[in-house]
């Protein structure tokens, strides 16, 4: 059902679009006007792609976007489903499958997330090393689609080193300043307890957020190589005086518009 599914996506925006790109993106909340920095060859809308669902939070648009960055083509997914919408696992990694199906080979995933690394402050970057699945399930649950991928996918290096090199060469160039940690995936959509936050520290965890690790579990099953970053939105509940709040996230991804957007440029053209 599933691959059926996805070859009549495939075969749609086929129908629009030659372009057969490496590299894919997913822009996160607040991240989406990175699209600004490209030459867009063709958009559309997911409401208008078989078998897409449209976005529903605010900072997410939703568009499926073939353009350039310099010489290197890209397709970007500009917004993305959660988990906590509502969606079943299917549904949020749905994209994710397709990009792999149009032929890229490298996957950019990026994020909102709550910091609680040392150090780390509102509007800093995290290079994701490797993360911890505390969604309380796996987008791979039911029965195995062979021509995705294998049953018991390896997750040794769900986080291409090359790529994670890349990363920190381009933001070296930049001068921007940047950490490097294991993101814990939880379901949302409440933020987290103080207590929750400390507990997520002692497992090793520097970053909390409520998507990638579906999208970066489905990339490895298909064999793509993963690169992620996480735009530190706010330190993690319980660490500022401040309460949490949806506003407070896509401002400060609004801040870091400019830093990110040049960090990606250059990181993609890198690829
Ligand atoms: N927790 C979980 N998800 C988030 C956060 C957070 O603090 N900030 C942005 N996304």
Request: with cysteine.
């Given at each position: 059902m599933v691959f059926q599914k996805l070859t009549e996506t495939v075969k749609y925006i086929r129908s629009l679009s030659p372009a057969k790109p490496r590299v894919g993106v997913t822009l996160g909340s607040g991240l989406g006007s990175f699209v600004k920095e490209l030459e867009v060859e063709q958009s559309i809308p997911y409401k208008d792609i078989p078998h897409f669902m449209p976005t529903t939070v605010e900072g997410h648009q939703g568009n499926l976007i073939f353009g350039k960055v310099g010489s290197q083509s890209v397709v970007i997914l500009q917004g993305r489903n959660h988990y906590?919408?509502?969606?079943s696992m299917e549904t949020v990694v749905f994209p994710t499958r397709t990009l792999a199906l149009l032929g890229i080979e490298s996957l950019v995933l990026t994020n909102s997330a709550g910091g609680f690394g040392e150090t780390m402050q509102a509007g800093d970057f995290m290079i994701i090393e490797d993360h911890i699945n505390l969604m309380g399930t796996n987008p791979l649950m039911g029965p195995n689609i062979k021509e995705l991928g294998p049953r018991f996918p390896d997750m040794t290096e769900a986080y291409d080193k090359k790529l994670i090199e890349k990363m920190e060469l381009a933001f070296q160039k930049q001068n921007t300043r940047y950490h490097k940690g294991i993101y814990c995936g939880v379901s949302g959509p409440t933020y987290e307890t103080p207590a929750e936050v400390r507990y997520l520290k002692l497992v090793g965890g520097k970053a909390v957020g409520m998507s990638t690790v579906p999208e970066v579990i489905a990339a490895n099953h298909l064999g793509l190589r993963v690169a992620a970053l996480s735009c530190i939105t706010n330190l993690a509940a319980g660490l500022s005086r401040q309460k949490l709040s949806h506003q407070e996230v896509t401002d400060t991804a609004k801040k870091v518009e400019q830093q990110f957007s040049s960090f990606l440029k250059d990181f993609i053209q890198a690829i």
């Amino acid at each position: 059902m599933v691959f059926q599914k996805l070859t009549e996506t495939v075969k749609y925006i086929r129908s629009l679009s030659p372009a057969k790109p490496r590299v894919g993106v997913t822009l996160g909340s607040g991240l989406g006007s990175f699209v600004k920095e490209l030459e867009v060859e063709q958009s559309i809308p997911y409401k208008d792609i078989p078998h897409f669902m449209p976005t529903t939070v605010e900072g997410h648009q939703g568009n499926l976007i073939f353009g350039k960055v310099g010489s290197q083509s890209v397709v970007i997914l500009q917004g993305r489903n959660h988990y906590y919408e509502g969606h079943s696992m299917e549904t949020v990694v749905f994209p994710t499958r397709t990009l792999a199906l149009l032929g890229i080979e490298s996957l950019v995933l990026t994020n909102s997330a709550g910091g609680f690394g040392e150090t780390m402050q509102a509007g800093d970057f995290m290079i994701i090393e490797d993360h911890i699945n505390l969604m309380g399930t796996n987008p791979l649950m039911g029965p195995n689609i062979k021509e995705l991928g294998p049953r018991f996918p390896d997750m040794t290096e769900a986080y291409d080193k090359k790529l994670i090199e890349k990363m920190e060469l381009a933001f070296q160039k930049q001068n921007t300043r940047y950490h490097k940690g294991i993101y814990c995936g939880v379901s949302g959509p409440t933020y987290e307890t103080p207590a929750e936050v400390r507990y997520l520290k002692l497992v090793g965890g520097k970053a909390v957020g409520m998507s990638t690790v579906p999208e970066v579990i489905a990339a490895n099953h298909l064999g793509l190589r993963v690169a992620a970053l996480s735009c530190i939105t706010n330190l993690a509940a319980g660490l500022s005086r401040q309460k949490l709040s949806h506003q407070e996230v896509t401002d400060t991804a609004k801040k870091v518009e400019q830093q990110f957007s040049s960090f990606l440029k250059d990181f993609i053209q890198a690829i």
